[in-house]
């Protein structure tokens, strides 16, 4: 049964890489225009085409998808979203989703896609990981971003999460974005992702049930960074544990 399941994962990875391909091809264009058009509005219409897209795709590849908690963005207000991250699907489910326009931090390396880089640079601020000049002007970067009312999505576990343990280890650059800015955060918490699209596996896509859902803002307040690095920590993790979402 194990092998009959890898060969069937492998089957339906192939159906997801095709359809993702396919449907990113119809909305390229499109998404491409939103350079045209100043932030944030630009952003905004560029997001708008994602969700479209991901609604779509989704779909397609056999998933069934739930979003919660969309009431806490509130009108005018502009958030740092922090999500767990445990799978490549993370992205798909996370920024396109999020109500309003919004970048997300990411790996430079990605942009080098043929096509595929023009999209994800739109949606991104690129850091090198390696490169502390890099992280820097990403940092600067991400000020400027909020500064226009854009919500910044960031991964604070920074590398996909193949441990055993629910989350890992935080590190500090959204929470020292947000004590520098004084800008709310907002956690996100997925669920199944890495059942869907493991990141200990190869070539496999085993479809079902995925879930993001966004709790209620923390204000800054007088915390530090490393006080709201905790705080969000213990919120990810006492929400991601009390729940069990079924495949």
Not at 23 to 33: K, W
């Amino acid at each position: 049964m194990k092998i009959l399941k890898e060969i069937l994962g492998g089957i339906l990875a192939l159906w997801a890489m095709l359809t993702f391909m396919i449907t990113f091809l119809v909305i390229f264009i499109p998404a491409m225009l939103c350079w045209l058009i100043p932030d944030p509005k630009g952003q905004d219409i560029f997001i708008r085409i994602a969700r479209l897209w991901m609604n779509v795709w989704l779909r397609l590849a056999g998933c069934r998808f739930k979003i919660k908690g969309r009431e806490n963005f509130k009108k005018g207000e502009t958030y740092i979203v922090t999500c767990n991250h445990n799978s490549l699907l993370d992205v798909p489910l996370s920024s396109p989703f999020i109500q309003g326009p919004n970048k997300t931090i990411a790996k430079s390396s990605f942009a080098k896609v043929p096509l595929f880089g023009f999209f994800y640079m739109k949606g991104s601020i690129l850091v090198d990981r390696k490169s502390e000049t890099s992280r820097r002007q990403s940092f600067d970067k991400m000020k400027a971003v909020l500064k226009k009312g854009i919500h910044m999505c960031i991964y604070p576990e920074g590398t996909r999460n193949r441990t055993n343990e629910p989350l890992k280890k935080f590190h500090d650059g959204a929470f020292k974005l947000a004590a520098e800015t004084g800008t709310a955060i907002l956690p996100a918490v997925i669920f199944n992702t890495k059942k869907v699209l493991p990141a200990n596996k190869g070539f496999f896509f085993w479809p079902g049930k995925i879930e993001i859902h966004f709790l209620p803002a923390v204000k800054v307040g007088n915390q530090t960074a490393e006080q709201l690095k905790e705080k969000i920590f213990s919120i990810t993790k006492e929400y991601y544990t009390n729940r069990e979402i079924s495949m």
